[in-house]
């Protein structure tokens, strides 16, 4: 069973403060990685991929991957309330096409 | 790009009934996976296809389940004999055929179905 593990929360964050999401995964073929946010009631919603060790930026958002740990974090810098959404986790192994998808962490940024 | 549409966006039946759902991916993108979505869980995968093939199924998908995509373009997905524990959020995403193996899924919007 390949699993990809993430805190549910909620992680309350007040706006502008840092919010640090993690993930861990079992699958140590595992290629890629992938940040998605979905809303309440919508679609997931593709924010950061990620493929090397090592960090990688993109405006607020840093995604850092650590594989020897088998651990993948989502850093959003200068929280803002319209980040308030559930943040998914999701690995895709070097065997086959799915993604697999943590449960997700509730993030709730407060003014 | 208009991004992948699905269609219908709720459906409602009655325990037992047959089911029907459409999607339409992003123009150019070769690849179609479908998802199901249940409160408080990630995605699970269902099925995905290259082009027209079929290339892999999940064990989550039982017999009562079929997905066809005839032409390589637009991609059905059919329930049969619904049951409640099949009331779920369904997902579809594509990805383009690209020689990288990292080509990131793209969701559309799903079709929440509910079995009364």
Same mark, same amino acid.
């Given at each position: 069973?390949?699993? !990809?593990?993430?805190?549910?929360? &909620?992680?309350? !964050?007040?706006?502008?403060?840092?919010?640090?999401?993690?993930?861990?995964?079992?699958?140590?073929? *595992?290629?890629?990685?992938?940040?998605?946010?979905?809303?309440?009631?919508?679609?997931?919603?593709?924010?950061?991929?990620?493929? *090397?060790?090592?960090?990688?930026?993109?405006? =607020?958002?840093?995604?850092?991957?650590?594989?020897?740990?088998?651990?993948?974090?989502?850093?959003? =810098?200068?929280?803002? &309330?319209?980040?308030?959404?559930?943040?998914?986790?999701? !690995?895709?192994?070097?065997?086959?096409?799915?993604?697999?998808?943590?449960?997700?962490?509730?993030?709730? !940024?407060?003014? | 790009? %208009?991004?992948?549409?699905?269609?219908?966006?709720?459906?409602? %039946?009655?325990?037992?009934?047959?089911?029907?759902?459409?999607?339409?991916?992003?123009?150019?993108?070769? +690849?179609?996976?479908?998802?199901? /979505? $249940?409160?408080?869980?990630?995605? @699970?995968?269902? $099925?995905?296809?290259?082009?027209?093939? /079929?290339?892999?199924?999940? +064990?989550?998908?039982?017999?009562?389940?079929?997905? @066809?995509?005839?032409?390589?373009?637009?991609? %059905?997905?059919?329930? /049969?004999? $619904?049951?409640?524990?099949?009331?779920?959020?369904?997902?579809?995403?594509?990805?383009?055929?690209?020689?990288?193996?990292?080509?990131?899924?793209?969701?559309?919007?799903?079709?929440?179905?509910?079995?009364?």
């Amino acid at each position: 069973q390949k699993e !990809v593990e993430q805190n549910s929360g &909620p992680l309350s !964050v007040p706006e502008g403060a840092i919010a640090s999401l993690n993930c861990t995964y079992s699958d140590r073929g *595992s290629q890629s990685f992938f940040w998605y946010r979905q809303y309440s009631g919508k679609s997931p919603e593709l924010i950061m991929s990620i493929y *090397s060790n090592g960090d990688k930026e993109d405006g =607020r958002f840093t995604a850092q991957l650590n594989k020897a740990s088998q651990y993948v974090s989502l850093l959003i =810098r200068d929280s803002q &309330p319209s980040d308030s959404a559930t943040y998914l986790c999701a !690995v895709k192994s070097n065997s086959g096409y799915a993604l697999n998808f943590g449960k997700g962490t509730s993030l709730l !940024v407060t003014p | 790009d %208009t991004g992948v549409s699905q269609n219908p966006r709720h459906k409602i %039946t009655k325990r037992g009934q047959n089911v029907t759902f459409r999607c339409d991916p992003i123009s150019e993108h070769n +690849r179609l996976y479908w998802y199901r /979505q $249940t409160l408080g869980q990630g995605p @699970e995968f269902l $099925t995905y296809f290259q082009n027209e093939a /079929q290339l892999e199924k999940s +064990r989550l998908l039982s017999d009562r389940f079929s997905a @066809e995509r005839p032409k390589g373009s637009f991609s %059905t997905l059919e329930i /049969q004999r $619904t049951e409640q524990g099949d009331s779920a959020m369904y997902l579809c995403a594509s990805s383009p055929l690209g020689r990288s193996p990292y080509q990131p899924q793209h969701f559309g919007d799903g079709t929440r179905l509910s079995i009364l």
